[in-house]
């Protein structure tokens, strides 16, 4: 009997031996996923190149402008139109499709990067190798999503922070120089921001790995993933943003801020109680602002509200402040952060509940 | 010896070439492969077109309000002219991310054509059918480009439908849109949005021929889409008609303009917006140059240039060059059938890959 008794390692419960230390899951992640990650890093460095090639000549234009003394005079002038049209034309200028396109960048990365980290084993069958390892399969699971998820914000944020940089000059207006952009930092770039950027593709990643784990098939999951991200995308900006922090109501006819503040609602009262909202009716308009022909000359709201304010309407303005953009980052990214978490969690859940 | 000769049917003759199988018998092979695909194609386009009818009825409404006003001027017209000016907000930024339909259609469709089949080995059964591997190949990837611009052809008509109001030209209304059609989705049209998708789907099929994985293709053939659609908008489209110059100050609002470049006595002065230093010099006004951020298209157009009035004096002239908003349909043809041609040589080149790839 004594011949069957294995010499005890001094450490080991055979029931449960030590388990492969954490560390090493980086290798192995990082040999199954280079070309993922390798794409990653191509996409942004192309796109961080361009940026950078671009925001250059704008920065510099946009520096001279500012600098420029005696702001009246005929050559700063000529330095703003300068700074104006070479930022007004091109492709990622104020006017151009560039900013918008971006948005699809979290999106499409969350997606190609996410999905196969699951599904391809499932698909493929190799989990069936993978998941009887020593290392456990949850813990296997685990390790690899927390480990693309982190490279993958890192990577973003560096990108977001080269996209707010870039764009800086688009909402530094200065009060000495007239003619410059003073675009609100709520418009479409918000998302796409050093603290939301990371922020969408984690979340984007999260889904993705998740949608792998359900459907167990890659491009369907990737189609899967793009949906959703749609959907959740369009309910933020469109629903959900307004609300971060309840709003501040002014009477002031024009903003403090004007155009960088962000502009939720309109409203009027008469006499304290509440008589329409957004532009006056018609037969209002028709009654008190008959004569005004240069209805043109400025905004309609502000025209119609000076000519509204002797009969007793105040007009109110719901909105918010530039000053906001921070701590409307950090909620954005907060919540964005919390559901990438919980989504991981579920998917690490269901990886280790699924029989093998 | 004789029981061993089997009797030969009376038309085949040569038993080494038997008479290929029809090709309409590929149609339904093709929809049961790919039945999955063509569902979620028409799932996006049919959520998508719902959400674009919704929101073309009610810009049609308020376009319709906006031009049948009558005195153009008074409080009401104006108000019902900002009404739909307004409704340009909420459709701007849809025209840039429709954008990304074609390319997503095309890649996701046309990708895992061939790369599926050759990613899991499935290519050793199909290839071996008593149809011809090529005519597999050819049968398959003509089939889905035939149903894909179909179905392309429908959804630009309504996306044209749905912005129509944003370019239409001839209204009397200084306040509203006049946009260049140019300018406002031409690449989702009913003749560019089409080849833009086939264009897709035929790099989606080489790439998952020369890649042979299907995540990869997906990716290049995204990839090689974009650098493609940017070269185009940016570089080339300008190009397709040599413009038309002017020195005349009134070049219509729906016009796309290229460039400006100015003339004293006849010899080059400068290009684009005139400097400062020569406006307060000459002109009274005080302008104010830059705008702020409006959507892309910009606002109501002013078709004089200002500039041009109070500097005409002096000696100088301004010259426009510009693509007149008539030319809008020779460009559409022009842009889609260089796509069309494009498709049709990337499928063959496939094909041809197809048949000298050892199976």
Same mark, same amino acid.
């Given at each position: 009997?004594?011949?069957?008794?294995?010499?005890?390692?001094?450490?080991?419960?055979?029931?449960?031996?030590?388990?492969?230390?954490?560390?090493?899951?980086?290798?192995?992640?990082?040999?199954?996923?280079?070309?993922?990650?390798?794409?990653?890093?191509?996409?942004?460095?192309?796109?961080?190149?361009?940026?950078?090639?671009?925001?250059?000549?704008?920065?510099?234009?946009?520096?001279?402008?500012?600098?420029?003394?005696?702001?009246?005079?005929?050559?700063?002038?000529?330095?703003?139109?300068?700074?104006?049209?070479?930022?007004?034309?091109?492709?990622?200028?104020?006017?151009?499709?560039?900013?918008?396109?971006?948005?699809?960048?979290?999106?499409?990365?969350?997606?190609?990067?996410?999905?196969?980290?699951?599904?391809?084993?499932?698909?493929?069958?190799?989990?069936?190798?993978?998941?009887?390892?020593?290392?456990?399969?949850?813990?296997?699971?685990?390790?690899?999503?927390?480990?693309?998820?982190?490279?993958?914000?890192?990577?973003?944020?560096?990108?977001?922070?080269?996209?707010?940089?870039?764009?800086?000059?688009?909402?530094?207006?200065?009060?000495?120089?007239?003619?410059?952009?003073?675009?609100?930092?709520?418009?479409?770039?918000?998302?796409?921001?050093?603290?939301?950027?990371?922020?969408?593709?984690?979340?984007?990643?999260?889904?993705?790995?998740?949608?792998?784990?359900?459907?167990?098939?890659?491009?369907?999951?990737?189609?899967?993933?793009?949906?959703?991200?749609?959907?959740?995308?369009?309910?933020?900006?469109?629903?959900?943003?307004?609300?971060?922090?309840?709003?501040?109501?002014?009477?002031?006819?024009?903003?403090?801020?004007?155009?960088?503040?962000?502009?939720?609602?309109?409203?009027?009262?008469?006499?304290?109680?509440?008589?329409?909202?957004?532009?006056?009716?018609?037969?209002?308009?028709?009654?008190?602002?008959?004569?005004?022909?240069?209805?043109?000359?400025?905004?309609?709201?502000?025209?119609?509200?000076?000519?509204?304010?002797?009969?007793?309407?105040?007009?109110?303005?719901?909105?918010?402040?530039?000053?906001?953009?921070?701590?409307?980052?950090?909620?954005?990214?907060?919540?964005?952060?919390?559901?990438?978490?919980?989504?991981?969690?579920?998917?690490?859940?269901?990886?280790?509940?699924?029989?093998? | 010896?004789?029981?061993?000769?089997?009797?030969?049917?009376?038309?085949?003759?040569?038993?080494?070439?038997?008479?290929?199988?029809?090709?309409? @018998?590929? &149609?339904?092979?093709?929809?049961?492969?790919?039945?999955?695909? =063509? $569902?979620?194609?028409? !799932?996006?386009? *049919? #959520? /998508?077109?719902?959400?674009?009818?919704?929101?073309?009825?009610?810009?049609?409404?308020?376009?319709?309000?906006?031009?049948?006003?009558?005195?153009?001027?008074?409080?009401?017209?104006?108000?019902?002219?900002?009404?739909?000016?307004?409704?340009?907000?909420?459709?701007?930024?849809?025209?840039?991310?429709?954008?990304?339909?074609?390319?997503?259609?095309?890649?996701?469709?046309?990708?895992?054509?061939?790369?599926?089949?050759?990613?899991?080995?499935?290519?050793?059964?199909?290839?071996?059918?008593?149809?011809?591997?090529? @005519?597999? &190949?050819?049968?398959?990837?003509?089939?889905?480009?035939?149903? =894909? $611009?179909?179905?392309? !052809?429908?959804? *630009? #008509? /309504?996306?044209?439908?749905?912005?129509?109001?944003?370019?239409?030209?001839?209204?009397?209304?200084?306040?509203?849109?006049?946009?260049?059609?140019?300018?406002?989705?031409?690449?989702?049209?009913?003749?560019?949005?089409?080849?833009?998708?086939?264009?897709?789907?035929?790099?989606?099929?080489?790439?998952?021929?020369?890649?042979?994985?299907?995540?990869?293709?997906?990716?290049?053939?995204?990839?090689?889409?974009?650098?493609?659609?940017?070269?185009?908008?940016?570089?080339?489209?300008?190009?397709?008609?040599?413009?038309?110059?002017?020195?005349?100050?009134?070049?219509?609002?729906?016009?796309?303009? =290229?460039?400006?470049?100015?003339?004293?006595? *006849?010899?080059?002065?400068?290009?684009?917006?005139?400097?400062?230093?020569?406006?307060?010099?000459?002109?009274?006004?005080?302008?104010?140059?830059?705008?702020?951020?409006?959507?892309?298209?910009?606002?109501?157009?002013?078709?004089?240039?200002?500039?041009?009035?109070?500097?005409?004096?002096?000696?100088?002239?301004?010259?426009?060059?510009?693509?007149?908003?008539?030319?809008?349909?020779?460009?559409?043809?022009?842009?889609?059938?260089?796509?069309?041609?494009?498709?049709?040589?990337?499928?063959?080149?496939?094909?041809?890959?197809?048949?000298?790839?050892?199976?």
């Amino acid at each position: 009997m004594t011949a069957l008794r294995v010499p005890a390692r001094p450490d080991s419960g055979d029931a449960s031996p030590q388990p492969i230390p954490w560390r090493r899951m980086a290798g192995v992640t990082w040999r199954q996923h280079r070309i993922a990650l390798g794409g990653v890093a191509v996409l942004l460095g192309a796109l961080a190149v361009w940026l950078w090639r671009m925001g250059v000549p704008l920065h510099q234009a946009y520096a001279a402008a500012v600098a420029c003394h005696p702001a009246a005079s005929a050559a700063c002038q000529d330095l703003v139109v300068g700074f104006s049209s070479s930022a007004d034309g091109h492709f990622m200028g104020s006017k151009g499709p560039g900013g918008v396109l971006l948005q699809v960048l979290p999106a499409l990365i969350g997606a190609f990067a996410g999905a196969p980290v699951l599904a391809r084993e499932l698909e493929t069958g190799t989990f069936r190798f993978a998941w009887t390892q020593g290392f456990v399969r949850w813990r296997w699971a685990l390790a690899k999503l927390v480990l693309l998820a982190v490279v993958l914000a890192v990577a973003t944020a560096a990108f977001g922070a080269l996209v707010a940089w870039y764009f800086q000059p688009y909402g530094g207006a200065s009060p000495q120089v007239p003619g410059l952009f003073e675009n609100s930092p709520f418009g479409d770039l918000f998302s796409l921001r050093e603290v939301t950027f990371p922020a969408w593709t984690v979340a984007a990643f999260a889904i993705a790995a998740l949608a792998g784990m359900l459907i167990r098939r890659v491009v369907p999951a990737i189609v899967a993933t793009l949906t959703v991200c749609a959907g959740l995308a369009f309910a933020t900006a469109g629903l959900l943003r307004e609300h971060y922090l309840t709003p501040l109501v002014t009477t002031a006819v024009s903003l403090p801020g004007a155009s960088t503040a962000w502009v939720i609602g309109q409203w009027s009262t008469l006499n304290g109680r509440f008589a329409y909202a957004g532009d006056p009716p018609l037969n209002l308009v028709n009654q008190y602002c008959g004569s005004s022909s240069g209805a043109k000359s400025g905004p309609p709201g502000a025209v119609f509200t000076q000519c509204l304010a002797p009969h007793g309407y105040v007009q109110w303005a719901s909105y918010q402040p530039a000053s906001r953009l921070w701590p409307f980052q950090w909620i954005e990214g907060g919540w964005l952060l919390a559901l990438s978490a919980l989504l991981i969690a579920v998917t690490v859940l269901l990886v280790q509940r699924r029989a093998a | 010896m004789t029981a061993l000769t089997t009797p030969s049917r009376p038309d085949s003759e040569d038993d080494a070439d038997p008479r290929p199988l029809p090709w309409r @018998r590929m &149609a339904g092979v093709t929809w049961r492969q790919h039945r999955i695909a =063509l $569902a979620g194609v028409a !799932v996006l386009l *049919g #959520a /998508l077109a719902v959400w674009l009818w919704i929101q073309g009825t009610s810009v049609h409404h308020a376009w319709d309000a906006a031009t049948a006003c009558h005195p153009a001027f008074s409080p009401a017209c104006q108000d019902a002219a900002t009404a739909f000016n307004s409704t340009w907000d909420l459709m701007s930024i849809p025209a840039i991310l429709l954008q990304v339909v074609p390319a997503l259609i095309g890649a996701f469709a046309g990708a895992p054509v061939l790369a599926r089949e050759l990613e899991t080995g499935t290519f050793r059964f199909a290839w071996t059918q008593g149809f011809d591997r090529w @005519r597999w &190949a050819l049968a398959k990837l003509a089939a889905l480009a035939v149903v =894909l $611009a179909a179905a392309g !052809v429908a959804f *630009g #008509a /309504l996306v044209s439908w749905c912005y129509q109001p944003f370019s239409a030209a001839g209204n009397q209304d200084p306040a509203v849109y006049g946009n260049t059609p140019f300018a406002v989705v031409f690449s989702l049209r009913e003749v560019t949005f089409p080849a833009w998708t086939l264009a897709a789907f035929a790099t989606g099929a080489l790439a998952g021929m020369l890649i042979r994985r299907v995540v990869p293709a997906i990716v290049a053939s995204l990839a090689v889409y974009a650098g493609l659609a940017i070269a185009a908008a940016g570089l080339l489209r300008e190009h397709y008609l040599t413009p038309l110059v002017t020195s005349s100050p009134n070049v219509p609002g729906t016009a796309w303009l =290229l460039g400006q470049s100015w003339t004293k006595d *006849g010899r080059f002065a400068f290009a684009g917006n005139p400097p400062a230093s020569l406006l307060n010099q000459f002109c009274s006004f005080t302008q104010s140059p830059g705008g702020k951020g409006g959507g892309p298209g910009g606002g109501p157009s002013s078709s004089v240039n200002p500039f041009a009035q109070c500097l005409a004096p002096h000696g100088y002239t301004m010259w426009t060059s510009y693509q007149p908003a008539s030319r809008f349909w020779p460009f559409q043809w022009i842009e889609g059938g260089w796509l069309l041609a494009l498709s049709a040589l990337l499928i063959a080149a496939t094909i041809w890959l197809v048949r000298r790839r050892a199976a």
